[in-house]
């Protein structure tokens, strides 16, 4: 079993609609959890950490249910430019300094 | 944010030789850096930790001899990989945590590897 499994996408989604994909882990040690977006053939970048309250940025929403071991990011109003892999990350370290566990990614292409 | 930069961005090399690659904290010290690869449409997976002054510590599959990390100062870890194979053609990416604990991991550039 992978230890962060991803929806396999692709999502091909209207710009304006809204999109949600899901993550689980198999580690119930992890600590902290994270989106990260990925454009072709580029670094990850951060998109936003997860918490277990929830957390909102902007039109993107995160939610963990640690029970569950289940992570989610919720895309509203979808632009053009969010077209992009959607990676979802552990990291068994709290402090940052274990190295960060990725899932396969979940590929979102919005069209116009 | 952090900037980490790797050199290069891109090479090709034939199969046998030997390339380095370069990973660079540029405004911060990187107590601790790691080395990722990813192979096309798959996700990034961690080869090593590399920990200023020390060994760096790699992940199981990944061998040490054939792939010599170096973190020498606290701004710079260095890549090589040794008698490349095609199969070794891959995305190398690095990514560094610095001396306070930063929580957040920064991404160098990547360097894409072709072998022919």
């Known amino acids: 079993r992978k230890e962060v499994e991803q929806d396999p996408g692709p999502f091909n989604v209207p710009e304006g609609a809204t999109v949600a994909f899901n993550c689980t882990y198999s580690?119930?040690?992890?600590?902290?959890f994270f989106w990260y977006r990925q454009d072709c053939r580029k670094e990850p970048k951060l998109l936003m950490s997860?918490?277990?309250s929830g957390n909102e940025d902007g039109r993107f929403t995160a939610q963990l249910n640690r029970a569950s071991q289940y992570i989610s990011l919720l895309i509203r109003d979808s632009k053009l430019s969010d077209s992009a892999t959607y990676l979802c990350?552990?990291?068994?370290?709290?402090?940052?300094?274990?190295?960060?566990?990725f899932g396969s990614g979940t590929r979102l292409q919005v069209q116009p | 944010g952090a900037v980490v930069s790797q050199h290069p961005s891109r090479v090709i090399c034939k199969s046998g030789t030997s390339v380095k690659i370069e990973c660079r904290s540029l405004d911060f010290q990187a107590t601790t850096m790691f080395w990722y690869r990813q192979f096309p449409k798959q996700s990034l997976m961690l080869m090593a930790t590399?920990?200023?002054?020390?060994?760096?510590?790699?992940e199981q599959g990944v061998e040490k001899d054939k792939f010599l990390i170096n973190h020498a100062s606290l701004t710079l870890s260095t890549l090589t990989v040794t008698s490349a194979h095609p199969e070794d053609s891959s995305f190398y990416i690095c990514?560094?945590?610095?001396?306070?604990?930063?929580?957040?991991?920064?991404f160098g550039p990547g360097t894409r590897l072709t072998v022919t």
């Open positions: 990350v552990v990291n068994l370290g709290s402090t940052g300094r274990r190295a960060l566990t």
């Open positions: 997860v918490y277990s």
């Open positions: 990514s560094a945590i610095g001396l306070a604990g930063v929580y957040e991991q920064y």
């Open positions: 580690n119930s040690a992890s600590q902290s």
């Open positions: 590399s920990n200023e002054g020390s060994k760096a510590t790699y």
